[in-house]
């Protein structure tokens, strides 16, 4: 462990580039882990973390990304995001498109981040009688309706360890005791992150996913930004953010994949 920290704290003097944005200590809490796989080269620190699926998450530190040994990990299906700022967009085209030419990864998908900076009250008229609070013994089934209506690779399906801790701001629909639409959020002090809002197909048209947006907007007084990352192909979500008041915020996530 002295050597990873070592190692870690050199090469974040000199850091180029990073997916990640851990504190050292959780870092090194990370590598320890036995689920965890290094490669450490001279240019760079490389680790992966398994999943319960089919792919390793990739995080990186790199000092200088023309040394690289790109030859890492070859064995296994890869994922790595990398979240950019419109600022550093050319900065960071050129170390995705190294990850694309050298490291044979290819852009799986693109995530904008929309920001909403004060949620409206205007509900007036909405029933909020259908909604019902999100229980420990409903999560098992929640993580099934994840599994079955997003994407492994881009939407990071959680734990119930982690559902757990999102079930204050979590909110259901049901019909007859199943669940059939739900709205997961995290709050992270006065900004609200949206996570997963679903309402199976043979319950649209019902409004229950506008019930559903009025209550995240409107349930904690203390929220004063409210966030979403939609996929650059969900061009009618996007739309629909739009016209609640969000705006793109200059962020951008992309999901590098590599079988």
């Not at 580039?17 to 796989?37: A, H």
């Not at 992966?48 to 390793?56: A, L, M, S, V």
């Not at 960071?92 to 920001?115: T, V």
């Not at 993580?143 to 119930?160: C, T």
């Amino acid at each position: 462990m002295l050597m990873k920290g070592k190692y870690l704290d050199k090469i974040q003097l000199g850091i180029k580039s990073t997916n990640s944005y851990r504190s050292s200590k959780e870092v090194i809490s990370d590598l320890e882990d036995s689920t965890t796989v290094i490669d450490n080269q001279l240019s760079a620190l490389l680790f992966i973390e398994k999943t319960r699926y089919d792919f390793w998450r990739l995080y990186f530190y790199i000092q200088d990304i023309t040394k690289i040994n790109w030859a890492f990990f070859e064995e296994k299906s890869l994922l790595a995001e990398i979240v950019v700022r419109q600022s550093k967009k050319k900065q960071w085209d050129a170390i995705i498109q190294a990850f694309e030419k050298k490291g044979k990864f290819k852009i799986y998908d693109e995530y904008i981040r929309l920001a909403l900076e004060k949620s409206s009250d205007n509900v007036r008229g909405t029933d909020f009688s259908v909604l019902e609070a999100c229980h420990e013994n409903d999560l098992i089934s929640i993580q099934h309706l994840i599994e079955a209506n997003f994407n492994f690779y881009s939407d990071r399906i959680p734990s119930v360890e982690e559902l757990k801790t999102l079930t204050n701001t979590t909110f259901l629909i049901k019909d007859q005791g199943r669940i059939v639409a739900f709205f997961i959020t995290e709050k992270k002090g006065v900004t609200l992150e949206f996570r997963y809002w679903l309402v199976l197909k043979k319950y649209r048209g019902r409004k229950y996913g506008r019930i559903l947006m009025n209550r995240v907007l409107t349930f904690d007084p203390e929220i004063k930004r409210v966030t979403s990352w939609i996929s650059k192909k969900n061009k009618n979500v996007i739309l629909a953010h739009k016209q609640l008041g969000f705006k793109e915020d200059g962020l951008t996530n992309y999901i590098l994949h590599r079988e």
